[in-house]
């Protein structure tokens, strides 16, 4: 069956061979691309071809991986594609991934393409948990993957529950500890704040440069055996090659950088390194198969060609996109610069605008109480108008009967001289009718002097009418307030920069101050270094309570050790290549 197997799969290749084109499926960290290709094109023809499409010029750093059987491969650049040992299938599936890791990031990685890239495959392999990460340093670098997904932090956008579908920390640190995804996510927010004022390509800056100085960052593991047969880990990085025991891949027993090694090579599965000190024993070590020998021989290649490039002089090349870089950056900066500008004016328009709208609210509360005392005089003006017609026709009456009660005693006195009896009677009447007239002239004094203080409140009421019309006249002719040099519906100028402002000069002979500046980043590099420490530090605290210590991995707990001893990925090496190759070889194989 398994010859029949083998005869389909020549027949197929046979077949794809004889065909004029065949199609390639390229998966990237962020989507997948399909392109067709010629039967003759080698692995650079398909690989530049790669490039091209993603506009990548740091090509040195990646590769078109493959898996075959129960390991993996890089596509050859000399070969042919399909002379390969590339998948037997239509599309060929391949992945553009980093092949090789720069020692130090920020000063390697030119182009913003190159730097999202390994952003986000570095973000892989700390969530799919290849590279070991603390909690505190998870919650750090999830905070930072979450600004360069949604910029600067607004509190009115971002609200509770914004990141319940995002996959931001290994499953490792969440079952580690007794935290909610609410409680998670309350931190990551808490340190996402902190972030505001960065671009998404600083962002994905400041993950690599945390990232990098993880034990496990940009190492390849590799299963092999000394002459004593003890089972290793073989460790190959940007900086050399180091030995592992099988349970501890953070911490290696000995190191070899890549300037201390002379030669590498293999025959069949054994596998020899060259020490540059020629008086050192060479040292030897098995792998499980010839094709992992020939994996790590590449990897080692590489590793040492970049070693060895980082150490000279930059090419034409990387010097010209160097500086497309910072003028790109400083193009960037003067718009953001802009923005921010345009936004503060925004910003201050619309605040302007609010005053106005409360203003004028103010101004129409005024003129409605205003006009609600008008009525209100009018209404009360009305009243007293009506008292005061209702006290006149009430004097008028009195004066009538007064004048009545003064006839009917004229009369009286007319008819008196007519009996003595009638007279006494008469005089009887006359006297009361003087009584009452007495009584009714004094009534009709008081309603006198009523209506005449009726009329005053009437003229008191009408002045206070007038009053007020006068004061609801001035409410409504006020002008409405605007700010200086402010224009109404429209928005501030755009703001215009010269490129002609923009030079840049790369070339310093002043060596003095080139060295003062060499100094001043090495301080605010120190700054940034304990600042972020602090930062790390302060995170760890906060969440050691909930640590369930039951739930620790072997890494968790060699981590734990190694913080404890104050020891790190960068001292550690440093420590280890302080011994003598000899040592170190003789160390290696007595392991």
């Not at 020549?10 to 691309?33: H, P, W, Y």
């Not at 890549?258 to 590498?264: F, G, S, T």
Request: one cysteine or more; a negative charge; hydrophobic letters at 35%.
């Amino acid at each position: 069956m398994a010859s029949a197997l083998a005869a389909k799969l020549g027949f197929n290749s046979l077949l794809r061979r004889q065909a004029k084109n065949f199609r390639v499926r390229i998966c990237t960290m962020e989507s997948d691309m399909e392109f067709s290709c010629e039967v003759k094109w080698k692995g650079k023809d398909l690989f530049d071809l790669v490039c091209r499409t993603l506009g990548l010029r740091e090509t040195w750093f990646f590769g078109l991986q493959y898996n075959i059987k129960d390991t993996v491969a890089w596509l050859k650049m000399e070969k042919r594609v399909l002379d390969q040992e590339v998948p037997q299938e239509e599309p060929i599936t391949l992945h553009f991934l980093a092949k090789f890791y720069p020692e130090n990031a920020e000063e390697e990685l030119v182009q913003d393409i190159t730097q999202h890239l390994f952003f986000l495959q570095v973000k892989m392999k700390i969530l799919e948990e290849e590279i070991h990460c603390p909690p505190e340093a998870s919650v750090l670098l999830a905070s930072y993957a979450v600004h360069a997904k949604y910029g600067d932090y607004d509190p009115n956008v971002h609200k509770t529950g914004f990141l319940a579908e995002e996959e931001l920390l290994p499953k490792r640190v969440i079952n580690l500890y007794q935290m909610t995804a609410e409680m998670w996510e309350e931190r990551i927010t808490a340190c996402y704040a902190e972030h505001r004022g960065r671009t998404r390509d600083e962002a994905e800056m400041e993950y690599l440069k945390i990232a990098q100085d993880l034990d496990m960052y940009g190492v390849n593991y590799f299963l092999i055996r000394n002459k004593k047969g003890t089972d290793l880990l073989l460790g190959v990085d940007a900086l050399g090659l180091h030995i592992y025991e099988p349970d501890n891949r953070l911490t290696p027993k000995c190191s070899f950088p890549w300037n201390e090694i002379r030669n590498i090579s293999y025959s069949d599965k054994e596998f020899t390194i060259k020490p540059l000190d020629k008086k050192t024993n060479v040292f030897k070590f098995n792998s499980s198969r010839l094709r992992v020998n020939k994996l790590i021989l590449q990897l080692c290649i590489g590793n040492h060609d970049l070693f060895m490039r980082r150490r000279r002089v930059d090419s034409l090349e990387v010097q010209q996109m160097k500086a497309q870089a910072r003028e790109e950056r400083a193009r960037k900066q003067v718009e953001r610069q802009r923005l921010q500008r345009e936004k503060q004016l925004r910003e201050e328009a619309e605040r302007a605008r609010d005053d106005l709208e409360r203003r004028l609210i103010q101004l129409q509360d005024e003129a409605h109480m205003a006009n609600e005392a008008l009525l209100r005089s009018e209404q009360t003006a009305d009243l007293l108008a009506e008292k005061a017609q209702i006290a006149e026709e009430e004097a008028k009456l009195l004066a009538q009967k007064a004048a009545e009660a003064e006839t009917e005693m004229q009369r009286i006195k007319v008819t008196a001289i007519r009996g003595q009896e009638e007279r006494q009677l008469m005089e009887q009447k006359m006297l009361e009718a003087e009584m009452l007239a007495l009584k009714m002239a004094k009534e009709s004094e008081r309603r006198a002097k009523e209506a005449e203080q009726l009329r005053q409140d009437l003229q008191e009421a009408r002045e206070s009418e007038r009053r007020a019309k006068h004061k609801l006249l001035e409410i409504t002719s006020k002008p409405v307030y605007t700010s200086p040099g402010m224009l109404p519906d429209s928005m501030p100028p755009d703001l215009s920069f010269s490129r002609e402002n923009l030079s840049f000069d790369f070339k310093d002979t002043d060596m003095k101050r080139l060295s003062m500046e060499i100094e001043k980043e090495k301080v605010e590099y120190m700054e940034k270094s304990k600042h972020l420490q602090e930062q790390l530090n302060e995170l760890k605290t906060e969440i050691e309570s909930l640590k369930m210590k039951e739930r620790e991995t072997p890494l968790d707990i060699i981590h734990n050790q190694n913080t404890e001893q104050g020891t790190s990925k960068h001292s550690n090496f440093k420590k280890l290549t302080l011994q003598s190759t000899k040592s170190r070889v003789a160390f290696f194989e007595e392991l």
